[in-house]
């Protein structure tokens, strides 16, 4: 809660132009994100089907999360930063300066608040009844690529931690944030922002998990106002997200 007090606070006292993307913007450019990938999605999905494309199922999770990374990527650039003439600054990206040294105890503290609210989350399904033990099977698809040799075990670091982290930032925290905060407070920006982040991401069982990462991501947006904190999370995240799970196939 104090982060967030400082976040919302520090943003309101510093100087800043005004926020660079619309909410609309947004919204078209998250249209064509979803569009790109499901096209990628079909076509992978019509290869195998057709048999013009033979590939174990270990193989075909990087292959596959590859084509829809850069599908994202693509449509992002297209449809966000080159239809509206964006920069890089206007994005949010910056240099460091003597507050990015908070993020030492802040990417932590962020990654076990997200766990914390994760593992209430599943308590209380439990309580109702609710197996939170089919959340795994999502984990199931990236624990193949433990199997596979070590270059695609690096390209599947690569797409996880450093791509992904990096077009979602641009768009959930470069754009939305940036949209919302022109209709509604800083707060709801937030809290609505973190939403959508959850949301887009499909997996009910780990719905809490990133809402709470949402909120982290955007406060540390607002707090050191510089696209690079978030994406710095989000990258360590992931990353520790797929060593657990690599791991886990591995034993």
């Known amino acids: 809660m104090l982060l967030a007090t400082d976040a919302i606070n520090h943003a309101g006292a510093t100087s800043q132009p005004p926020p660079a993307v619309s909410l609309k913007q947004a919204l078209w450019a998250l249209m064509w994100v979803v ?13 195998g089907l057709s048999g013009l494309v ?25 449809h ?55 959340e795994n099977s999502s984990n199931g698809a990236l624990g193949r690529v433990a199997t596979l040799p070590a270059p695609l075990i690096a390209l599947t670091v690569l797409i996880v931690a ?14 939305f944030l940036s949209g919302l905060s022109r ?4 707060f709801a920006a937030v809290a609505i922002s973190a939403a959508i982040f959850a949301a ?31 994406v710095l999370l989000h990258s360590v995240n992931n990353a520790l997200v797929l060593l657990i799970i690599l791991s886990a196939a591995r034993n």
Not at 183 to 186: E, F, K, L, V, Y
Not at 204 to 223: D, E, Q
């Open 162 to 175: 450093v791509l992904t982290p990096l077009w979602e930032e641009v768009l959930f925290r470069g754009a």
């Open 200 to 230: 887009v991401h499909l997996v009910p069982l780990s719905f809490a998990y990133l809402f709470v990462l949402g909120v982290a991501l955007a406060l540390l947006k607002r707090f050191h106002q510089n696209l690079w904190a978030p």
């Open 54 to 78: 033979h590939v174990t199922a270990e193989v075909a999770v990087p292959v596959i999360l590859g084509g829809a990374t850069a599908a994202a990527m693509l449509a992002t650039y297209v």
């Open 80 to 134: 966000l930063i080159r239809r509206n003439q964006l920069t890089p600054v206007m994005l949010g990206f910056r240099r460091a300066d003597a507050r990015t040294l908070h993020l030492l105890w802040q990417i932590p503290a962020a990654i076990v608040a997200s766990a914390c609210a994760q593992g209430l989350f599943l308590a209380g399904l439990g309580l109702l009844g609710v197996d939170g033990a089919a």
């Open 183 to 186: 209709r509604c407070g800083p």
């Open 35 to 47: 569009v790109y990938v499901a096209a990628v999605a079909l076509a992978a999905v019509a290869a």
